[in-house]
């Protein structure tokens, strides 16, 4: 942090201390794409079959892949699907936070996440693929990594674009 | 261990054997791989199919996906591209002379919006490839980058096995 000058008022045409302000980046996104992303995203929903689970995946790819527009939209939807705060607050160490607060299946689907998420640090090693499928019967194991896929598409999209958590133009 | 004089099937003298895939997740979910294909067909839209699979083959060599590195070099092979610039494409900050600097703006972008969290796409990569790119294209490529990340997810949690791919199949 950089302390203040002792001008508690400075003149206008001074320009304020600090990085550059960020070009502006394209809003666009072809509408095709928007849709295709939709569809693609309501069909990973509905063949994994539990909307608590959903968002707690699409908040942690998020969180790693510091997506803020996203997590400030499945926050909310998440609140609406009964996720406690209590996992909201400790999602970030869900490993850690163990059992008391995210059950073995939770966990499962939560180191798939980050696995698939940081694709490159590991490649889905077997051992996440095998406790995956403990938990998850085989067509929902292909819904969850399709959810963690689409998620990881839309914190593409909006991270590279950088949308304002919130826009409504994107 | 153990030598075999033999040779198994499907498999070269002295290789490894292939690998199973884990999962065929396009029979298990059929309406996601439809969107899938969907997506895929509006990401392309606008953009230069050669460039896109530069773009293709790039993202699945740092995602190590097999199955998306054995479609888009034989898909971009058939198209024409030269042997040179794909086997290049791995080295391209050392051989410029190689692309296009539309091409080497559009695989900055690819390495950046790939390993996402390393960088989170810095201001600099997107201003520089902004200069070469319209806005609407510009929008294109970034989609058509998140799809081939797309597919390398899916190809590489799931195993998919290389080899089997004939130029055109999925195009």
């Excluded at chain 2, 989609?143 to 949690?157: D, P, Y």
Aim: glycine share 4%; net charge negative; charged share 25%.
């Amino acid at each position: 942090m950089t302390s203040s000058t002792t001008t508690a008022h400075p003149p206008a045409s001074t320009t304020a201390p600090g990085p550059a302000p960020a070009p502006a980046r394209t809003t666009l996104l072809d509408d095709d794409v928007r849709a295709a992303m939709r569809a693609l995203g309501a069909a990973a929903k509905k063949g994994l079959g539990d909307p608590a689970l959903a968002e707690l995946v699409q908040l942690r790819a998020s969180q790693l892949n510091r997506c803020a527009f996203c997590l400030d939209m499945h926050l909310g939807i998440a609140r609406e699907h009964g996720v406690s705060e209590r996992q909201l607050d400790l999602l970030d160490a869900w490993e850690e936070a163990g059992d008391g607060v995210f059950d073995e299946r939770e966990r499962a689907a939560l180191a798939l996440t980050e696995a698939v998420t940081v694709l490159t640090d590991g490649f889905v090693p077997d051992e996440v693929h095998q406790r995956a499928a403990r938990h998850f019967d085989a067509a929902q194991l292909a819904h969850l990594v399709a959810l963690i896929t689409v998620i990881n598409s839309w914190n593409r999209l909006m991270v590279s674009r950088r949308i304002p958590p919130g826009s409504t133009r994107w | 261990m153990t030598t075999t004089t033999t040779t198994e099937t499907n498999t070269t003298d002295g290789y490894a054997p292939e690998q199973p895939p884990r999962l065929d997740w396009a029979a298990l979910a059929p309406d996601v791989f439809k969107a899938m294909v969907r997506l895929d067909a509006a990401a392309r839209k606008g953009l230069d199919p050669r460039l896109l699979e530069l773009v293709k083959i790039r993202a699945s060599q740092i995602n190590q996906c097999a199955i998306c590195l054995d479609m888009h070099s034989k898909d971009a092979l058939a198209a024409g591209e030269s042997v040179e610039r794909i086997i290049q494409l791995s080295a391209w900050r050392e051989s410029p002379h190689f692309y296009t600097e539309r091409e080497l703006a559009a695989l900055e972008l690819t390495e950046a919006v790939t390993v996402l969290t390393d960088g989170f796409v810095p201001d600099e990569v997107y201003e520089r490839t902004a200069k070469h790119f319209e806005e609407a294209e510009l929008a294109q490529l970034i989609a058509a980058i998140t799809v081939i990340n797309a597919w390398n997810r899916f190809g590489v949690t799931c195993r998919r096995t290389p080899g089997h791919y004939q130029p055109g199949q999925h195009a």
